[in-house]
């Protein structure tokens, strides 16, 4: 009787201890990892002692620790997708709106407002300060949005008829907190982007 009391009370002090351990715990999976040995600790001594809202407590508890940690795992898969490899952004299609612009035509200037990113389906865009053009299913209007002043930094002319899906910058935002991924590619196409631009600007100025 005795040693089943001393083992009762060594599985609550197994338990609290790894409680506090969890305070000292900077990381989410080590955090997590430490709850569930808690939690399990705690059912040893629930059991044992009989003592039916701690067992309840943390049987409701284990699983919902297991799916955090599931969750966790996944996130951080989809960010090294997202870094190994580029989205789909057709996916995105269903939620833009369709444009057929005719050649010649100034899709936006430089210093305009920057409202909305486009995704070119058909044709050649042009950016006339940069001397530089894209083809068909690329992005192209992605970094006004996300500076302060929320400018276009290069004047969008379509050198040939072509058709373009627009999505707004309000839309855009919400799919980037939905997916994570989405926001990592955007990130690293900006930042190609405006190194690219420093280039071609400089060469730009070197031909003048």
């Given at each position: 009787?005795?040693?089943?009391?001393?083992?009762?009370?060594?599985?609550?002090?197994?338990?609290?201890?790894?409680?506090?351990?969890?305070?000292?715990?900077?990381?989410?999976?080590?955090?997590?990892?430490?709850?569930?040995?808690?939690?399990?600790?705690?059912?040893?001594?629930?059991?044992?002692?009989?003592?039916?809202?701690?067992?309840?407590?943390?049987?409701?508890?284990l699983p919902l620790n297991a799916l955090r940690i599931f969750q966790h795992l996944k996130l951080?898969?989809?960010?090294?997708?997202?870094?190994?490899?580029?989205?789909?952004?057709?996916?995105?299609?269903?939620?833009?709106?369709?444009?057929?612009?005719?050649?010649?035509?100034?899709?936006?200037?430089?210093?305009?407002?920057?409202?909305?990113?486009?995704?070119?389906?058909?044709?050649?865009?042009?950016?006339?300060?940069?001397?530089?053009?894209?083809?068909p299913q690329t992005i192209f209007g992605e970094v006004g949005p996300f500076l302060v002043d929320k400018s276009r930094?290069?004047?969008?002319?379509?050198?040939?008829?072509?058709?373009?899906?627009?999505?707004?910058?309000?839309?855009?935002?919400?799919?980037?907190?939905?997916?994570?991924?989405?926001?990592?590619?955007?990130?690293?196409?900006?930042?190609?982007?405006?190194?690219?631009?420093?280039?071609?600007?400089?060469?730009?100025?070197?031909?003048?």
């Amino acid at each position: 009787m005795m040693d089943y009391a001393f083992w009762t009370e060594m599985a609550l002090w197994l338990a609290s201890a790894l409680v506090f351990a969890a305070f000292f715990m900077k990381a989410i999976l080590p955090l997590r990892a430490i709850a569930i040995a808690s939690n399990i600790a705690f059912v040893v001594y629930g059991l044992a002692a009989e003592n039916l809202p701690i067992f309840v407590l943390h049987v409701a508890l284990l699983p919902l620790n297991a799916l955090r940690i599931f969750q966790h795992l996944k996130l951080i898969q989809t960010v090294r997708n997202a870094l190994e490899h580029e989205p789909k952004i057709e996916k995105q299609i269903p939620f833009m709106t369709r444009y057929a612009i005719p050649s010649g035509t100034t899709v936006f200037r430089l210093g305009d407002r920057a409202e909305t990113i486009y995704l070119l389906s058909e044709g050649t865009i042009e950016f006339t300060e940069l001397g530089v053009s894209l083809g068909p299913q690329t992005i192209f209007g992605e970094v006004g949005p996300f500076l302060v002043d929320k400018s276009r930094t290069a004047t969008a002319v379509c050198k040939t008829d072509c058709v373009v899906f627009a999505l707004s910058e309000a839309r855009l935002k919400e799919m980037v907190i939905k997916e994570p991924a989405l926001g990592l590619f955007l990130t690293k196409l900006i930042a190609q982007r405006l190194n690219r631009n420093v280039l071609a600007a400089r060469k730009h100025s070197d031909g003048i």
